[in-house]
């Protein structure tokens, strides 16, 4: 399974960003999927994750302001990100597993590449 994250940028205090992850190698249509970030100097922290069966779960900091989301044919995951802050600086990683997914970083067995996202103020 391969994973390419693209949409990265510098945006504007408040601006939105929309990053795509496109999976190829197998259908990942039952595959739980989801976005991690690491900023400078930090640990790899959770974003947003879509379970097997569609259901989104959010980091508390990103609650209300982005959105994942799948495409119909299931192989490529979407963050919209609204509102965007400084704190949001960060390299964004899409992620992508067979079975479970969660908060963790530890339970994903695929990672893209990481796309950066620059909130400037």
């Known amino acids: 399974v391969q994973l390419q994250a693209s949409g990265g940028g510098l945006v504007q205090l408040g601006g939105s960003l929309r990053l795509s992850c496109a999976a190829s190698?197998?259908?990942?249509?039952?595959?739980?999927m989801g976005w991690f970030r690491q900023a400078p100097g930090k640990e790899r922290e959770f974003v947003a994750r879509?379970?097997?069966?569609?259901?989104?779960f959010y980091a508390e900091s990103v609650k209300g302001r982005f959105d994942i989301a799948r495409n119909d044919a299931g192989n490529t995951v979407y963050l919209q990100m609204n509102s965007l802050k400084p704190e949001d600086t960060a390299v964004y990683y899409c992620?992508?597993?067979?079975?479970?997914?969660?908060?963790?970083?530890?339970?994903?067995?695929?990672w893209g590449q990481g796309t950066l996202v620059t909130v400037s103020s």
């Open positions: 879509l379970n097997k069966i569609g259901r989104a």
């Open positions: 190698g197998r259908t990942l249509s039952t595959y739980a």
């Open positions: 992620t992508a597993d067979p079975n479970f997914g969660t908060d963790l970083s530890r339970t994903w067995a695929y």
